[in-house]
């Protein structure tokens, strides 16, 4: 049922949000910054689900979420929104097998209890959530990238086996500016596939190379002296050994 | 610094006269898995200091380093948590559950995961170093296991929580895998050292005494191996059910004091063997009940306790004969006690983290977890017992999986407490890893 809202309410509401306050709160407006803990009332089986919020360095909201017994831990918010006591953000990352209409959309208002409660919608259906306040955020920020040194950097070749069919590797790294490392995967099988690798880290030894639009990872020991990343590739459970070898750029000799 | 040796000296004292004190970096706390704490535990409950919430089951036991707590969760991620304030330090994946305990070794953190590979970590930032591929993880399986039908089915063991912990010995990490292998990979490098192969999973965790690896597989055997070569020295035979599998493996660690190795097993019983030779001293006959708990070693007495008839013993180290009454802790237990001070802390599946005086094992104050408080779906009967008949309707299909997934929902403890500085930490099923004063 809709709840009537007298039009100088309605007017009131519209104000509250450019003076910092809390629509449909009775005093100041909580503290969004924190984590938040709660359930989502899907019938029959309540999710658990822990939200942290705070401001980053330049201010920009972000925030991340556990959800006990599902094994997520620190997943993103995606498209986080904050308007006053209004908050917004969907959990694509922590519900991974849906995509579209069925990734997980939250919208929370505050309450004058100092509750945020609002809806927790997925896969066309919605349902009441509640998240209380109950300590100071601990957001998960995603690992940045690496920026790679002289030893990763360049073309890279090697050759797998997956379900019987070989498939022949070329890697591109290069450092992308303040974005750390990255590059372009091409994967000749029965077709060829070309992939961004948007995720790099680099230790000491172990090099780890994501494309998490396929969810395709590389991942190995260098050893600069050989020119060689020794390693696996792996995409969801399956995985198959794989030996990359530096190719010398055009006008150099391979080390 | 007065400080710092006063600990160390009440330390000692709380351990026994001429022990030393005991390091917390690897499960059961040292190579011979004793179970004994650095500190005493509280002796009255004083309250909940932290609560670190992660995304799945905790069933890794905390290990410590310079005021952090280390564990791993189901959630595939190893932790790094500041002890003071329950504020994570780092994080790093894993490609699978960690159900394992990690040990530390100098600056490296080393844990098995259900992706089949040991990783080897920076302890201070969690910057993977090397992984190690096993031919891969799996639980224990079995046709027909536990009497679940259809009876030519084969289903795996709801009740195989753990992946084997790695014990770290003269620069090795020895660790056991559900390909049936017990490995030893060089600390520095990541390569394989030694691998040995067993008949089935193996998920207990090795202890070391005198040059030996000791373990048991689900294969029913203990096997005690060179710790240098990975050559088998003897092998011990408990027993074996060919028609269920239910009273068979280990999945109890050993505890090697003395001369003497400790270790449960599923067959109902508690083994003393000899170290040198592995021949059987005594046992304690659990009537059927399985013993999965890990025994902790103290001052000459033996403390473990057991699943189903939920009972908590403790015996004379050298002839098995009872030294305390036996006590009940109402649920089952698969979590090991940790003796420190003058008391014995244990985790039970029914959420309660359990203290009881180590001289006379009366219940000195418990812990339980918000879920177990709740009961709900009646996980507990009113007796504080598992309500069996509300949780295993049927034995068909999937059926006592879906029971056994429902027991753990009062936030069973698996893991087994930590304890620094008067503090303890333990993990639990519903994804919490408490600090309690």
């Not at chain 1, 950097?153 to 022949?168: D, N, S």
């Not at chain 1, 060829?192 to 230790?203: E, N, Y």
């Not at chain 2, 499960?27 to 011979?32: E, K, N, S, T, Y």
């Not at chain 2, 799945?56 to 932790?79: H, M, Q």
Request: glycine fraction near 12%; charged fraction near 20%; proline fraction near 4%.
């Amino acid at each position: 049922m809709q709840a009537f809202v007298p039009w100088r309410w309605r007017a009131l509401k519209c104000f509250l949000p450019a003076l910092g306050l809390a629509a449909g709160s009775a005093g100041a407006a909580p503290e969004l910054a924190g984590r938040w803990e709660g359930v989502a009332d899907i019938p029959g089986w309540p999710l658990r689900l822990l939200v942290d919020l705070e401001r980053d360095a330049h201010g920009q909201w972000t925030g991340s979420a556990i959800l006990p017994g599902r094994g997520v831990k620190g997943a993103p918010l995606d498209g986080l929104a904050v308007d006053g006591c209004d908050v917004r953000f969907g959990l694509a990352a922590a519900f991974p097998g849906g995509g579209g209409a069925t990734v997980p959309r939250v919208a929370l208002a505050c309450r004058a209890d100092g509750v945020l409660a609002g809806s927790f919608m997925l896969g066309g259906l919605s349902t009441s959530i509640a998240l209380r306040r109950s300590g100071a955020a601990q957001v998960d920020r995603p690992p940045a990238n690496s920026v790679i040194d002289a030893a990763l950097a360049g073309r890279w070749t090697g050759r797998y086996e997956l379900g019987g069919v070989a498939r022949e590797v070329t890697l591109t790294l290069a450092n992308r500016g303040a974005a750390g490392g990255g590059g372009q995967l091409v994967i000749v099988g029965r077709r060829t596939t070309t992939l961004d690798v948007d995720q790099v880290t680099q230790g000491r030894e172990f090099v780890t190379l994501r494309a998490s639009a396929a969810d395709f990872r590389i991942e190995g020991r260098l050893s600069a002296a050989d020119g060689t990343i020794e390693g696996a590739v792996a995409q969801g459970p399956y995985e198959a050994p794989l030996v990359l070898r530096r190719q010398a750029a055009a006008g150099q000799e391979a080390s | 610094m007065r400080a710092a040796a006063a600990r160390v000296a009440l330390a000692a004292l709380l351990a026994g006269a001429g022990s030393p004190l005991h390091a917390q970096a690897m499960f059961r706390g040292d190579a011979a898995h004793l179970g004994i704490a650095a500190s005493a535990a509280p002796r009255e409950f004083h309250r909940v200091r932290w609560v670190f919430p992660t995304g799945a089951r905790v069933v890794s036991s905390p290990v410590w380093r310079d005021g952090v707590v280390l564990f791993g969760s189901d959630d595939g991620n190893i932790y790094a948590v500041d002890a003071a304030t329950g504020r994570q330090r780092w994080m790093a994946r894993t490609g699978g559950p960690v159900s394992s305990t990690p040990a530390l070794s100098g600056e490296r953190l080393f844990a098995t995961s259900y992706d089949g590979r040991l990783y080897a970590l920076d302890v201070r930032s969690g910057e993977v170093l090397w992984k190690f591929a096993t031919e891969g993880e799996r639980r224990f399986e079995a046709r027909g296991l536990h009497g679940m039908q259809p009876r030519t089915q084969t289903f795996a063991d709801m009740y195989d929580v753990y992946l084997s912990s790695p014990l770290v010995v003269d620069g090795k990490v020895v660790f056991g895998s559900g390909d049936g292998h017990v490995y030893a990979v060089d600390a520095a490098t990541g390569r394989l050292a030694w691998k040995f192969a067993t008949g089935d999973v193996v998920h207990a965790s090795p202890a070391y005494a005198d040059g030996l690896v000791v373990v048991g597989s689900w294969d029913g055997r203990l096997y005690a191996l060179d710790a240098a070569t990975g050559t088998q020295r003897w092998a011990f035979q408990a027993g074996v059910d060919p028609l269920i599998h239910n009273q068979q493996g280990f999945q109890s660690s050993p505890a090697i004091a003395e001369g003497t190795v400790f270790v449960g097993c599923r067959d109902g019983h508690l083994y003393a063997v000899d170290l040198r030779s592995g021949a059987p001293k005594w046992n304690v006959d659990t009537e059927g009940s399985w013993v999965n708990s890990s025994p902790a070693v103290a001052q000459g007495r033996v403390y473990f306790a057991t699943s189903d008839s939920a009972r908590y013993h403790v015996v004379d180290a050298a002839t098995g004969r009872p030294v305390q009454p036996v006590g009940s802790t109402r649920a089952y237990v698969f979590g090991s006690p940790t003796v420190a001070g003058d008391t014995v802390l244990l985790g039970v599946l029914d959420g309660s983290l359990q203290a009881r005086d180590r001289l006379d094992g009366r219940l000195l104050w418990e812990f339980r977890t918000e879920a177990s408080r709740a009961n709900r779906d009646w996980v507990l009967g009113a007796d504080g017992r598992f309500n069996s008949a509300l949780l295993f309707a049927s034995s068909w299909g999937d059926a006592n999986a879906e029971g056994a997934r429902r027991q753990q929902g009062v936030g069973s403890f698996f893991a087994t407490p930590l304890v620094v500085d008067g503090t303890v930490y333990i993990g639990s099923a519903d994804a919490n890893v408490y600090a309690i004063e």
